[in-house]
Each structure stands twice: as structure tokens, then as C-alpha cells.
């Protein structure tokens, strides 16, 4: 009977959902119908930057084509580049805040007391291997050289950079970068940098005066301000007066929530600019494309230049991390890999590192093994400040906008691009389109124009998706390695070392990078009568 009668309420079920027996669907349901349209404004709603930003591109490459017949002038062309031309002047008017705010609110939240050896390994990792990230990225766009204009003429209404003297020495050059470390005037640091330059000075030999014929010039260096933010002094300065309000206890805590507000302010500032952006680079794509002489040859070096960026994420994720991996557990990477393949497939398709946490966290406690106490306490700190994807495209798009304007990097610069890509890049997790921000701060590290920031826009829909899969691989090679060097070590009596919270995780549903808010609680052994039971958090 019980058979009977459950065959008897399936048959009822399909008929009320005008199904046959079959299962051939004779008529979808009202509120199948109502569904879809539902699921078609949700996707537009979640993609709607994504799809518009598309759409500045390719209308700026058919303005751009159309507008090359035209035969414009030099003062039409700038005219056409000019809302593109306020997108960049926005863009530079919001790196100051970025920089300073949320390198101090990042700085001021790591506790070291609450990080202990662990937290302090992990960091660390952290920092080691975005700094590998950054070395590989300058290495591939050295040797791909994309956007190469080798023998090309340069349009006369483009300016050309001037990062140094053509004889500068490398001593020089590299005391430079320490002098830029601690600057001399905070407030004037914000616009302007050290550099050293040179006069030719009369000398004698000893015991002789000038008016002798036993003189010789001499190239003595001599120290000027040019031109463009100090940024390695900014970034060192934010850091370390993060830390000092971190040691001050509960007297910095208001002053952390003020730089940590005035961040989330700012990235709300910048979110409101990301919306004008599809116009800004219509126009800067359009006006580029007519001021270059050779059109194949600018899609050629963005092509490389994409290339460049892809390749440097297979390598960095598929070679550097696992074989790092392996040299510290002795154990087979990939296989670890394959148990976090849902969280790697999430990353892929929302661009956002937060979005995957909850599931990174759940794939590599069940399916790696990796303790608790390790995953909660590495995984959310990784989601904030482990950004090897970005650090690598950010440094290759540095070289390429340097190969665009014909300059030649020298030592110091190189330098300069991977300790700024290295720092600038865990100030970039919270920001939308950040790493469009953090390349500007590099440019402005080095002394390059940012008029070809467009050309990176137009592409940083495509290389954001390998970037945030390194990123979030990163993370949990990361805690394994930590499991398998620091298990040990843990307290067994302690069920949990430490109490993580992430306080923003995004919708996995949703394409915006949010920044992960992490904050740091000790266990407290509150008596069980206790009213208040609520842990005390650290302010980011």
C-alpha cells in the first residue's frame, strides 16, 4: 500500500507540473517562467561593469578606426582624449588616500602577540612569495618585451618620461632609492621625489689654482627634487606608523578606526569612479588608436602583453608554488590541488579571492587535512594580504607601459618595481579594479606617464581571472605548508589557537572584490555565568 500510494502522489505531483509520465516537460510552471528572467537581470546586474567596460573597449576601437580617416589634428586629438584624460586625472587623485590609508589600517591590524610564531611564518610565506611574483614578472616582460616600439616614431603631443640622467651611475641610483625611503618632508613627498643629478666642477691638482692649465672638469652629483609622489617613502612611513599605533593599544584604537573609516570611504570613492571608467576609456582607446602610426603593431604588444601576463600565472602556479610546496611537506602538490579544485573553479569565474574563503576553507579541512586552527587563522589573513597573481601582472604591465614610451628601465628601477609591486599589492585586495590603482602607483615609483593606463583597463578583465586563481592557490599551499611545519608545535589541549573572523566575505554570487576584515580574538576563559560573552576585537 505504501508503494501504491506514493506512485499515486508522484502521479498527482506531475500532473500538477503538467510533466507525463516520462518526464517530458509538456509546460514550464509560472514561476519556472518568472525564474529566468529573474536569473537574466541578476547575471546583467552582477556583470553589468564587466559588460560595459567591454563595450568602452570595443567602441573605442571602432571611434579610434573611423576617427584615423579624418585626418584630425594635433589639438583634435587631445580633445578627443579628453574625458579619457579626466578617468587618469581621477585615478592619480585617489592613489594618495589608497596608499596611506590602507597601508596604515593593514599595518595597525597584525598583532603580533596575536600572531605568534605561526602568524609570523605565514606572513612570512606571504611576503616571500609575492616577492618571487614580482621578480618573475619583471623577468617575463624583460624578455618578452611587449609593447616594444623599437624604431617607431613617437606621436609630439604624448609626453615622453625623463626618470633619469643618461649617465647616471648606479651607486647614484640606488642611494637614491634609500634617500626616497625616508624622505626629508612628508607633505612634500606627496608630490615630489629625490633625484640626484650632476654639474660639471672645475678641480686642480693640489697646490695649484684655476687660473693654472693644469685643471679638470668634474662630474660632482648634486642633490634636486622632480617632479612625481615619493612612493617607497609614503609606503615605508604608513607601515611603520601603523605599527606604532598598533603599540600604543587601546590609545590607537581610535585613530586606527579613523584611517581604517577614511579607507572604506575611499573605496567607496573609487568604486564611484570604476562606473565612470567604460566612458573614460572609450575615449582614451579611440584617441590612442589615431595617434599611433601603426595600429598592428599597438594590438600586437597588448597581445604579448596578455601573453606575458597568463604565462607568468601558469609558471608562478604551476611550477614555483607547488615545487615550493614540495620542498617543505616532501609531498605531492598537485594532489593537493585536486582537493581544492571547487574553490580554484569559484575564483575563476567571480574574480574575487574573498568569494572563494568559505570554500577554500571547507575544501582543504575535508579533503587535505589541514587543521582547523591553521586553515581559520591562514586562510583569511591570505584573502587580505597574499596578492602574487596581482604583484606579477602589475609588474609586467610596468614594463610594458615603459616599452610603449621607449623608455629603458635601469637597474634601480627595476628594483623600484618590484618593492612597490610587492608592498602596493596588499593595499590592493579591498579596492575594485585595484590593480589598475597599484599599476599607478608604480608608474608614478618610477617616473612613467599613466596615459596608457586605458590600454591596461581595456584587458584587466581577462587577466584578473588567472590572477585571482593564483592568488587563492597561494592561500592554501600556504596553510599547507604551515600544517605540515608548524602542526607539531600546536598547543593539542587548545582546541582552537586563535578566533578569526572575516567580517565582509563577498557573495560568491558577486563579481566585486570586497576586503576581507580579519580581526584577532584570544580565547577567553569567561565563567559560564557570564552575561557578556562577547570576545573583544582588534579594530582593522
Not at 141 to 170: C, F, H, Y
Not at 215 to 220: A, F, G, H, I, S
Not at 296 to 314: C, D, E, P, Q, R
Not at 516 to 522: E, G, I
Request: glycine residues 8%; contains cysteine.
Amino acid at each position: 500500500m505504501g508503494k501504491d500510494s506514493e506512485a499515486g502522489q508522484q502521479l498527482a505531483n506531475g500532473s500538477r507540473r503538467g510533466c507525463s509520465l516520462s518526464g517530458v516537460a509538456i509546460r514550464p510552471s509560472p514561476g519556472e517562467e518568472r525564474r529566468a528572467p529573474a536569473k537574466l537581470r541578476a547575471f546583467l546586474r552582477r556583470n553589468c561593469l564587466v559588460l560595459l567596460t567591454v563595450s568602452g573597449v570595443l567602441l573605442g576601437v571602432a571611434a579610434g578606426l573611423a576617427a584615423r580617416k579624418l585626418q584630425l589634428s594635433r589639438t583634435h586629438m587631445l580633445h578627443l582624449a579628453f574625458p579619457g584624460e579626466l578617468l587618469l586625472r581621477l585615478l592619480k587623485m585617489i592613489i594618495l588616500p589608497v596608499v596611506f590609508c590602507s597601508l596604515v589600517a593593514g599595518a595597525a591590524s597584525i598583532d603580533p602577540r596575536a600572531l605568534g610564531k605561526l602568524g609570523g611564518r605565514a606572513i612570512l610565506y606571504f611576503a616571500l612569495t609575492t616577492l618571487i611574483a614580482s621578480t618573475l614578472g619583471v623577468t617575463l616582460g624583460l624578455t618578452i618585451k611587449p609593447g616594444d616600439q623599437s624604431g617607431q616614431v613617437r606621436p609630439m603631443d604624448q609626453p615622453i618620461a625623463s626618470p633619469s640622467l643618461p649617465n647616471k651611475e648606479a651607486t647614484d641610483t640606488f642611494l637614491d632609492l634609500f634617500r626616497n625611503l625616508i624622505p626629508s618632508n612628508l607633505v612634500a613627498a606627496a608630490f615630489r621625489s629625490y633625484a640626484t643629478d650632476y654639474k660639471w666642477v672645475l678641480t686642480t691638482a693640489p697646490g695649484e689654482n684655476l687660473t693654472s692649465r693644469n685643471t679638470t672638469l668634474e662630474k660632482v652629483p648634486v642633490g634636486s627634487e622632480v617632479e612625481g609622489m615619493n612612493i617607497l617613502g609614503l609606503i615605508l612611513f604608513a607601515m611603520t606608523f601603523g605599527i606604532a599605533l598598533r603599540k600604543l593599544g587601546r590609545d590607537g584604537e581610535q585613530l586606527i578606526q579613523f584611517f581604517s573609516s577614511f579607507n572604506d570611504a575611499t573605496m567607496i570613492l573609487v568604486s564611484w569612479i570604476m562606473w565612470y571608467a567604460p566612458v573614460g576609456i572609450l575615449f582614451l582607446v579611440a584617441s590612442r588608436i589615431v595617434e599611433m602610426e601603426d595600429v598592428v603593431l599597438l594590438v600586437t604588444g597588448l597581445g604579448k602583453y596578455v601573453l606575458a601576463s597568463i604565462l607568468g600565472h601558469f609558471i608562478h602556479g604551476g611550477i614555483i608554488l607547488p615545487l615550493i610546496y614540495l620542498l617543505f611537506t616532501r609531498r605531492n602538490p598537485y594532489k593537493f590541488l585536486l582537493g581544492i579544485v571547487t574553490p580554484l573553479t569559484t575564483a575563476f569565474g567571480t574574480c574575487s579571492s574573498s568569494a572563494t574563503l568559505p570554500s577554500m576553507i571547507k575544501c582543504v579541512e575535508e579533503n587535505n587535512g589541514i587543521d582547523k586552527r591553521i586553515s581559520r587563522f591562514v586562510l583569511p589573513i591570505g584573502a587580505t594580504v597574499n596578492m602574487d597573481g596581482a604583484a606579477l601582472f602589475q609588474s609586467i604591465a610596468a614594463v610594458f607601459i615603459a616599452n610603449l614610451n621607449s623608455v629603458t628601465l635601469d637597474a634601480g628601477q627595476i628594483f623600484t618595481i618590484i618593492v612597490t609591486a610587492t608592498a602596493s599589492s596588499v593595499g590592493a585586495a579591498g579596492i575594485p579594479a585595484g590593480a589598475v590603482l597599484t599599476i599607478a602607483i608604480i608608474l608614478e615609483a618610477i617616473g612613467l606617464p599613466t596615459n596608457d593606463l586605458s590600454l591596461i583597463l581595456a584587458v584587466d578583465w581577462i587577466v584578473d581571472r588567472s590572477c585571482t586563481v593564483v592568488n587563492v592557490e597561494g592561500d592554501a599551499l600556504g596553510a599547507g605548508i604551515l600544517h605540515y611545519t608548524c602542526h607539531s608545535e600546536l598547543d593539542p589541549a587548545k582546541p582552537e589557537l586563535t578566533d578569526v573572523k572575516v567580517e565582509a566575505v563577498a557573495n560568491p554570487s558577486s563579481e566585486e572584490e570586497t576586503s576581507p576584515l580579519v580581526s584577532y580574538t584570544k580565547q577567553l576563559s569567561a565563567p559560564a555565568n557570564t552575561t557578556d560573552s562577547e570576545p573583544k576585537e582588534s579594530v582593522l
